[in-house]
């Protein structure tokens, strides 16, 4: 099992920052990629970022030049900076872990599924 926790969510400012976290525990050896999708009220869930273990980055188009994704595979940790924030950024934030490959199939021991944490709120205020 694999146990995914955010944190750094809350209340921010047009124009300024905030720092997401997000901590595995467990078997960690069972998840790869990392990242982050966030779900606006009304919304879709849409991908914000994703790196995966070697620290290649994907972000979706409403994000880039703004955010940043990084991690620490050391601490088993995945961030997310988030600058010049906008009302529209409001949304529950859902960080997961794609499922780590061996051949063709999951890592041995591994149930080669996607883990998803509970979620954090980001509020952007105008």
């Known amino acids: 099992q694999v146990q995914l926790v955010e944190s750094g969510g809350g209340l921010g400012q047009a124009g300024g920052s905030l720092r997401l976290s997000c901590a595995a525990s467990?078997?960690?050896?069972?998840?790869?990629?990392m990242g982050w999708y966030r779900q606006a009220p009304g919304k879709e869930r849409d991908l914000v970022a994703r790196i995966t273990s070697g620290g290649s980055t994907n972000y979706g188009e409403s994000v880039k030049g703004r955010f940043t994704i990084s991690r620490d595979n050391a601490k088993n940790t995945v961030y997310l900076q988030m600058n010049s924030l906008k009302p529209e950024d409001t949304a529950d934030y859902y960080c997961?872990?794609?499922?780590?490959?061996?051949?063709?199939?999951?890592?041995?021991?591994?149930?080669?599924?996607?883990?998803w944490g509970k979620g954090t709120l980001v509020t952007v205020s105008s």
């Open positions: 467990g078997d960690t050896i069972c998840i790869s990629a």
């Open positions: 997961y872990g794609e499922p780590t490959l061996y051949g063709s199939g999951p890592y041995p021991g591994c149930d080669g599924v996607d883990h």
